[in-house]
RNA sequence: GGCCCCAUCGUCUAGCGGUCUAGGACUCCGGCCUUUCACGCCGGCAACACGGGUUCGAGUCCCGUUGGGGUCACCA
């Protein structure tokens, strides 16, 4: 056995891939995974393969894949070959391709490098455990190995069945180059023999992830640092079997939000704690509420990429914030557009340590694409929001734009996620159903002569011509220089009068977009509600 | 516990022996703007885990300690 490995050189072109195995949802340390391996495709024009890690897999993959090809959709990261758009090296699903994996496990068997092996769990466990209370390192005795056919006769003869094993090296030590982490070396005597073949035929992960790598030309296998461990094993399939062996670059894991730690969807208790975390959530589950999706924590929370795409999150800005997260151009260039990355991306300048997720971080991303957003992209990025609340009728009435662009227009920054335009209901309700925000009103209206005030102001406003923002402004600038009063005193009984709360868009833009008669009638009914 | 990996402000990071009294971004804290809330603008707090080497010189190289993490399946 050769330890040293060498380099070897592509002539081909680049070829990753991201291989998920159907579990129903997207996480985000995984799209962060694929993001890498697809910049690096990208980069050196190469294609990015999607291949479904099903092996194991009861039915009903269907079902627990569709959420995550939807979200790469989503998210914009595109594949060449895999699920739905097929290719060269069709099929992509891991179960399809039994017949390889078995075919590989044999010749590995005849050329030695496997062994049949008619231990029972049981007695393998066994072993486990007495080298574990003698506090030795553990490795397989090979007592039920059979190398020969008379050896397994005699086992069969027992009513034994055999696995197929790994005959490991175990001495030595299997030294590989990361791309990410330099050299890398492994004792192979602290190597098992993993079991890469079940006494029903069906072959295991670490083969089959071999078999298809090799099979679908993988040039370089980008993946989570926990694999870095995986490696030797695949390292020694890949040889065994006379592979071309890829590169390797081993990404450090996304960590959770204020640790170190993995972050995994099953602890989100433990990051609830985390303020920024929880205002993360409680902004998303206001939104999922107001539009009723369901919320069920394990379904819809920001480990899951579809948490974003339901609240109305850019996937511009996810991928960009996702990109910083191990990897950076230089101390200052944080924005990046898809081409940008594509261009600088490098495997040499991501980071070795894992970095944790900050939801803040994310947030400040997210405005800053949104900034850059034209408004009509920005509309038609609201608008399946209002419908899904009834606020706009779908398809919307041709006469909507001007009106919906005039809003997102007002609310500008305060529309944060897609979502947020649900904060601005009281454009869309009719007038007689607009609520009154209990506190705001207690505090703006029931406030000593502010209800006279705005009796008064009511009537000016009545023949303000024409009923628009500089108009409504200068009317009220005069308004309280005749009173003598600052424009405190009354604007913001107006501003609930009109809109129902105590804070939203610019007063005269509000205005203007309600338009005079809604305007009066709002006012009204807020001075007779006062009056009660 | 064995093995492996990692270690710069609270967080993401720049730094590849001297230009570092350590730079940027987010957060936080002041202030400005202002009709609210956002936004924006200005300013501020804040880090090289520790100990040994190597070197004229170490955040940068080496070793150790400590700390954190990953992995140890007939899961993927």
Same mark, same amino acid.
């Given at each position: 056995?050769?330890?040293?490995?060498?380099?070897?050189?592509?002539?081909?072109?680049?070829?990753?891939?991201?291989?998920?195995?159907?579990?129903?949802?997207?996480?985000?340390?995984?799209?962060?995974?694929?993001? %890498?391996?697809?910049?690096?495709?990208?980069?050196?024009?190469?294609?990015?393969?999607?291949?479904?890690?099903?092996?194991?897999? +009861? &039915?009903?993959?269907?079902?627990?894949?569709?959420?995550?090809? *939807?979200?790469?959709?989503?998210?914009?990261?595109?594949?060449?070959?895999?699920?739905?758009?097929?290719?060269?090296?069709?099929?992509?699903?891991?179960?399809?391709?039994? *017949?390889?994996?078995?075919?590989?496990?044999?010749?590995?068997?005849?050329?030695?490098?496997?062994?049949?092996?008619?231990?029972?769990?049981?007695?393998?466990?066994?072993?486990?455990?007495?080298?574990?209370?003698?506090?030795?390192?553990?490795?397989?005795?090979?007592?039920?190995?059979? *190398?020969?056919?008379?050896?397994?006769?005699?086992?069969?003869?027992?009513?034994?069945?055999?696995?197929?094993?790994?005959?490991?090296?175990?001495?030595?030590?299997? *030294?590989?180059?990361d791309?990410i982490r330099?050299?890398?070396?492994?004792?192979?005597?602290?190597?098992?023999?993993?079991?890469?073949?079940?006494?029903?035929?069906?072959?295991?992960?670490?083969?089959?992830?071999?078999?298809?790598?090799?099979?679908?030309?993988?040039?370089?296998?980008?993946r989570a640092a926990?694999h870095l461990?995986?490696t030797?094993?695949?390292?020694?399939?890949?040889?065994?079997?006379?592979?071309?062996?890829?590169?390797f670059a081993h990404l450090?894991?996304?960590? +959770?939000?204020?640790?170190?730690?993995?972050?995994?969807?099953?602890?989100?208790?433990?990051?609830?704690?985390?303020?920024?975390?929880?205002?993360?959530?409680?902004?998303?589950?206001?939104?999922?509420?107001?539009?009723?999706?369901?919320?069920?924590?394990?379904?819809?929370?920001?480990? $899951?990429?579809?948490?974003?795409?339901?609240?109305?999150?850019?996937?511009?800005? $996810?991928?960009?914030?996702?990109?910083?997260? @191990?990897?950076?151009?230089?101390?200052?260039?944080?924005?990046?557009?898809?081409?940008?990355?594509?261009?600088?991306?490098?495997?040499?300048?991501?980071?070795?340590?894992?970095?944790?997720?900050?939801?803040?971080? =994310?947030?400040?991303?997210?405005?800053?694409?949104?900034?850059?957003?034209?408004?009509?992209?920005?509309?038609?990025?609201?608008?399946?929001?209002?419908?899904?609340?009834?606020?706009?009728?779908?398809?919307?009435?041709?006469?909507?734009?001007?009106?919906? $662009?005039?809003?997102?227009?007002?609310?500008?920054?305060?529309?944060?996620?897609?979502?947020?335009?649900? +904060? %601005?209901?009281?454009?869309?309700?009719?007038?007689?159903?607009?609520?009154? +925000?209990?506190?705001?009103?207690?505090?703006?209206?029931?406030?000593?002569?502010?209800?006279?005030?705005?009796?008064?102001?009511?009537? $000016?406003?009545?023949?303000?011509?024409?009923?628009?923002?500089?108009?409504?402004?200068?009317?009220?600038?005069?308004?309280?220089?005749?009173?003598?009063?600052?424009?405190?005193?009354?604007?913001?009984?107006?501003?609930?009068?009109?809109?129902?709360?105590?804070? @939203?868009?610019?007063?005269?833009?509000? =205005?203007?977009?309600? @338009?005079?008669?809604?305007?009066?009638?709002?006012?009204? &009914?807020?001075?007779?509600?006062?009056?009660?």
């Open positions: 056995m050769t330890n040293v490995l060498p380099r070897h050189s592509y002539p081909m072109t680049v070829r990753t891939r991201f291989a998920p195995s159907p579990t129903g949802y997207l996480h985000i340390g995984g799209v962060r995974t694929a993001l %890498f391996n697809w910049l690096f495709a990208r980069k050196h024009g190469g294609q990015f393969i999607l291949r479904i890690d099903d092996t194991d897999q +009861e &039915r009903n993959v269907e079902a627990a894949l569709e959420p995550i090809l *939807e979200g790469f959709r989503w998210l914009g990261i595109d594949w060449d070959e895999g699920p739905c758009v097929d290719g060269p090296h069709a099929p992509y699903f891991q179960s399809q391709r039994s *017949e390889q994996h078995q075919a590989a496990a044999k010749q590995l068997l005849v050329a030695g490098f496997a062994y049949r092996d008619y231990a029972t769990p049981e007695e393998v466990q066994a072993e486990r455990e007495s080298a574990e209370k003698e506090k030795r390192d553990y490795v397989y005795s090979r007592r039920w190995m059979a *190398e020969t056919d008379e050896q397994a006769a005699a086992f069969e003869a027992e009513g034994r069945k055999f696995v197929v094993r790994l005959k490991m090296p175990r001495d030595g030590k299997c *030294e590989f180059h791309l330099g050299d890398v070396a492994f004792d192979w005597a602290r190597e098992q023999d993993h079991v890469i073949q079940r006494a029903d035929g069906s072959c295991l992960y670490h083969l089959a992830s071999v078999v298809d790598d090799s099979d679908f030309e993988i040039t370089h296998v980008i926990e461990s995986n030797p094993r695949q390292i020694f399939i890949a040889q065994s079997l006379g592979c071309n062996l890829p590169e450090p894991y996304v960590a +959770e939000p204020s640790g170190t730690a993995k972050i995994s969807k099953r602890k989100l208790d433990k990051y609830l704690k985390n303020r920024d975390f929880k205002s993360l959530c409680d902004h998303g589950n206001a939104i999922a509420a107001k539009i009723g999706h369901e919320t069920t924590a394990d379904t819809f929370n920001p480990v $899951i990429v579809d948490f974003y795409r339901e609240v109305g999150y850019l996937p511009d800005a $996810i991928i960009n914030y996702l990109l910083l997260l @191990g990897w950076s151009l230089d101390d200052k260039t944080e924005e990046f557009t898809r081409d940008e990355m594509i261009t600088h991306f490098s495997l040499e300048r991501v980071n070795k340590s894992p970095a944790s997720f900050d939801p803040q971080k =994310l947030s400040a991303f997210q405005l800053r694409h949104m900034q850059h957003l034209p408004i009509k992209q920005k509309v038609a990025l609201v608008v399946p929001f209002l419908q899904k609340t009834g606020l706009v009728a779908s398809p919307p009435p041709c006469d909507t734009a001007p009106h919906l $662009i005039k809003i997102v227009e007002a609310a500008g920054d305060r529309i944060k996620t897609a979502g947020d335009i649900l +904060e %601005f209901d009281e454009f869309f309700v009719n007038d007689d159903a607009l609520p009154f +925000e209990e506190k705001a009103f207690k505090k703006r209206v029931c406030k000593d002569g502010a209800a006279e005030l705005l009796r008064e102001f009511r009537d $000016i406003l009545a023949s303000a011509e024409p009923f628009d923002r500089e108009t409504c402004e200068a009317a009220l600038r005069s308004f309280i220089e005749s009173k003598e009063i600052k424009i405190g005193e009354i604007i913001h009984a107006l501003r609930v009068a009109v809109t129902g709360k105590g804070v @939203g868009v610019g007063m005269f833009e509000a =205005l203007e977009i309600l @338009g005079k008669d809604s305007c009066l009638v709002r006012i009204d &009914r807020c001075l007779a509600r006062a009056d009660d």
